[in-house]
């Protein structure tokens, strides 16, 4: 475990720094691409910029749902879930390695950008990216995501990876 405060908290500018581009990205997009139409393409059909609103979690899971399962499901829980992360983060009683930090804190920026979308864009996360995945999975184009969303995908694969095979020298504790 890192002792030293100022490396133990460092990881902590990665979640400013996702939260801020994703915010920045998310209100460039609002200001110069009008609500569901593509703004831009990139090689050929792969990659469009496009302005959509998500008013459900990933891939569009729960879109009906009534307003109080929504608050308590993509608020509240969120919210407690980020505290969670944010202890574990913060507290001694957890043995953190460097990397661990850095990716607990990828998930924060991720959380916290798309919360604050939920919050304060009534229910509709702002999503941006759309990827032609030629068929793969049954999908025409993968669903449209944004900088949280990907900071979210890439620190849960990271964590778990980080669990299931920890970096050698580690050792292994029983304390829970």
Known sequence: MDTKPRNRFLPLFLTLLVLAADQLTKAW???HIAENTIGYTFFGDFLYIV???????????GLGLPILVKLLGFIIFPVFLLIGVAYVFFSNKYSLSPLQRWVLALFLGGGMGN??????????VVDFISVNTYGFLGFDRWPTWNIADASLVVSGILLALTLLFPPKGEKETTDV
């Not at 302005?51 to 899971?61: E, G, K, L, Q, W």
Request: charged fraction near 20%.
């Open 51 to 61: 302005h959509v609103r998500n008013t459900a979690i990933a891939f569009s899971m």
């Open 29 to 31: 997009i609002v200001t």
């Open 115 to 124: 919360l604050t979308d939920r919050i304060f864009r009534s229910f509709r």
